[in-house]
Structures are given as C-alpha cells and as structure tokens.
C-alpha cells in the first residue's frame, strides 16, 4: 500500500498535540490525562514508528555508529519521518511523566507548565528544568525519585 | 448422575469480561501470548500500510499479519480450552515448562517470519542456506507449538469432572487429538515439497479472497488451514450435535470426524494433482 509520508507527518503532529492538551487539562483530570497522553498516545506513536521502521529500515543507508551514518539514515525520507515520531512519542511520554513525578513531589503545577512547553518544543531540556526545579525543592527527598 | 453432565457446556459467565478473567486464570501465560499476538498486529499493519513492497503478487507484510491472527486465534483457543484441564495441571512443573516453550517458539516464529518481510525476502521456503536452515529450526518450532493440542487432548480425555456432556466432551478431545496428525501431514509435505503452489503461478495475487489460495493450481495452503482448524470445527459441532442429538449421543460428533478427516485428505490429495481449492469458484 501507499503512504504519504507528509500526510502521516501532520496527523502525527496533530495526534501528539491533542496529547500535550490533555496534560495541560491534568490538574482536573489526573488519571485521564495520565492515561492518555501517558500511555494511549505514546503507544499510537510507537504503533507507527514501529511499522515505519519494519517497512523501510532494510532498504536504507547508514547507522547510529557515526553522526555521518545518522545523517545518511535520514535521507530515507519515510526513516527522517520515523525519526519525528520518535521525538514525537517520548517527548510526550517524558510529559506525562514529568506531570505525574511533580504530582507526587507536590511541585506546583505553575512551575511544570513552563517544563512541558519546554519539553513540548525541545525535549530534553524541559526534562532538565523540571529535574532542577524538583531537586532545588526538595533536594533530599525528592531530588532522585524515578 | 450428575445434572452437570448433561448440560452441553457449564453455563456461560454473565458478561465478556467475567468470561475473559474466567478465560485468563485459566491459562495466563497463553492469555499472554494471545494479547502479545495481537498487539503484534498493530505495528505489522502500519507496516503494511507504509511499505510499498510486495512479495508473491501481495503486501509484503500480509503473511505476517495471518501469521499474527491465527497464533492469536490458537492461544486464546487452548487458554479458553485450558477450563476443562484437569484441575491443578497448569500449576505442574512439566507444564510451565512445555507451555512457556510452545509461547517462546511462537515469539520466535512471528520474528522469523516478520523479519524476513522486513528484509525483503521469503521466510517458509527460503533458498538460501541460511534461510533454509532457518526454515527446518522453524519447522522444528512449529511441531512443537502444534503439540500443544495432542498433550491438551490427552489431559482432557483424563479429566473425568470437565463438566462437559459426553457429546461436547468428545467433539473437543477427537479435535485436538487430529490436529497435529493433520497439520504434520499437510504442512510437512509443503515443506518438502519447497513450496505449497502446485503447478499454478506462484502468486498470491488473483487467489481465493483473504487467503490467497492458488486458483489456477493446486495450493497445499487450503488442506494446512482446515488441519489447523479442526480443533475448532469438531468441538463446534459437538455443540450443535449435543443440542440435535441429545447430550450422551456421540455417534454424529464421530462419524463428522471421520468426515473432515476426508476433507482435509481430499483437499490434500487435490492439490498434489494441481487442481485448485473449489474450483467451482472458476
């Protein structure tokens, strides 16, 4: 069967969006939110991610050994597409996690929506600043709970 | 006598989810794989949507997916079966054994299987050596998950409190006791054959719907599935027999036996003479 490859890149987008709307809904719906965009979501991205990665991996250049071969991987364009998703999934995932883990450590929930923003446009760093704002808390206590 | 053996089968729970839990703490593990089974079918499908390739005339990625279903469909069948074990096999250690075993072999069929649709190339009948040597350890693996239903057969024939009327009872120990013979017969002479296409194209394209079975020859594809599938077929007429006939009357359930018995033989010898499955169909 066809894909178009853009198509599914805009309805990935707009599935992880409606994910990141949920957690910013979690205050009043934590297990629902907890749910969807921690699990649902995720697991929809990594059904697609999954089957892209089965469908084009054999016919494509390159690696993960060099920044080189990363680069030549991407040049399969379905695999680039792939690589999005995988943002797409954990980036939301590392959402809901942060929502569930400030939850637990009382952390307000004013100070984790500028994380999951951050988180939301560049990933790994919005897990940073909330892993500073948790242990600038409670760096004893709350500092290294996973 | 016991009221309880007279009735067809133990009344059904009240709702699907009672049944499933009834169903899942009969066999957990089997439950499991079923679930995993499943599952698996999710990124397969998306596969099969996203890869333009195609092998024999079809999706690439179409094998695998019936590969997936009919593990599925098999799992949850011996788990639901799994209720009419005598009580406490499942806890013996010889079982968790063989049982854990038949699921990994499964788990390492759908790899086989789906890896080589990822790789572009055959899985059964594979040219290659390494493939073919791939091929025997996958028959090997696949005797193995089928035996399930001879070891299932013998347990229930000893279990002499399943609860089932004598007819329905019969029905599913004669159908799980012909299922491996069956299934070695037909899947064991494709295997040596090198392929299951017996003189028509070797394409799946233009073949009977949702199968693919060869049109224009014989397919020894069709003989392997109803082998596969007498497990299900004689127990399911064991029910309607045990409300035609009467609960205690085993006669229909066996001469039905016999009767599919020389279906699948019949289907068998069809396709080794090259002519199609149904060729009414045209």
Request: charged residues 10%; hydrophobic residues 60%; proline residues 6%.
């Amino acid at each position: 069967m066809a894909m178009n490859a853009d198509a599914v890149f805009s309805l990935s987008n707009t599935v992880a969006l409606a994910g990141w709307l949920v957690l910013l809904a979690s205050p009043f719906i934590p297990r629902v939110a907890d749910r969807i965009a921690g699990i649902a979501i995720p697991a929809l991205l990594a059904v697609a991610y999954s089957g892209l990665v089965l469908a084009f991996w054999s016919s494509a250049q390159g690696g993960f050994d060099s920044l080189d071969n990363v680069a030549a991987l991407f040049r399969t364009r379905e695999l680039l597409l792939a690589g999005w998703i995988h943002y797409l999934a954990f980036d939301l995932f590392v959402g809901a996690w942060i929502v569930r883990s400030a939850r637990q450590a009382a952390v307000p929930f004013l100070m984790v929506v500028p994380c999951l923003v951050l988180t939301f446009l560049f990933g790994p760093a919005g897990l940073l600043a909330f892993l500073a704002i948790r242990a600038a808390r409670k760096p004893a206590a709350a500092a290294f709970a996973v | 006598m016991s009221v309880i053996a007279l009735d067809p089968t133990s009344p059904p729970a009240i709702s699907p989810a009672s049944f499933l839990g009834k169903v899942r703490n009969a066999e957990p593990g089997f439950f499991a794989f079923a679930l995993l089974m499943l599952i698996a079918m999710a990124p397969t499908g998306f596969a099969a949507f996203a890869d333009p390739r195609e092998f024999q005339g079809v999706d690439i990625w179409l094998k695998p997916l019936k590969f997936e279903f009919a593990l599925f469909v098999y799992f949850g069948t011996l788990a639901f079966f799994a209720l009419f074990l005598p009580k406490g096999t499942t806890g013996k250690r010889w079982y968790r054994l063989f049982s854990g075993a038949v699921g990994i072999a499964a788990v390492l069929e759908i790899i086989w299987i789906g890896g080589a649709a990822a790789l572009g190339t055959a899985s059964h009948f594979n040219q290659t050596l390494f493939g073919a040597i791939l091929y025997s350890f996958a028959g090997i693996g696949a005797t193995l998950i089928a035996s399930a239903t001879a070891v299932y057969a013998v347990q229930i024939a000893r279990n002499t409190v399943t609860g089932l009327s004598p007819a329905v009872k019969e029905s599913l120990v004669t159908g799980l006791a012909l299922t491996l013979p069956l299934t070695l017969i037909s899947a064991g002479t494709m295997s040596q054959m090198g392929t299951h296409f017996i003189g028509g194209a070797p394409t799946d394209a233009g073949g009977v719907p949702l199968m693919g079975w060869s049109r224009d020859g014989g397919d020894l594809r069709a003989a392997h599935f109803f082998a596969t599938h007498v497990m299900h077929f004689i127990p399911a007429f064991g029910l309607v027999s045990a409300a035609l006939f009467g609960p205690t009357n085993r006669w229909p359930v066996r001469i039905l036996a016999v009767a599919f018995t020389a279906f699948v033989l019949f289907l068998f010898g069809q396709a080794l003479m090259g002519r199609p499955f149904l060729p009414l169909l045209g």
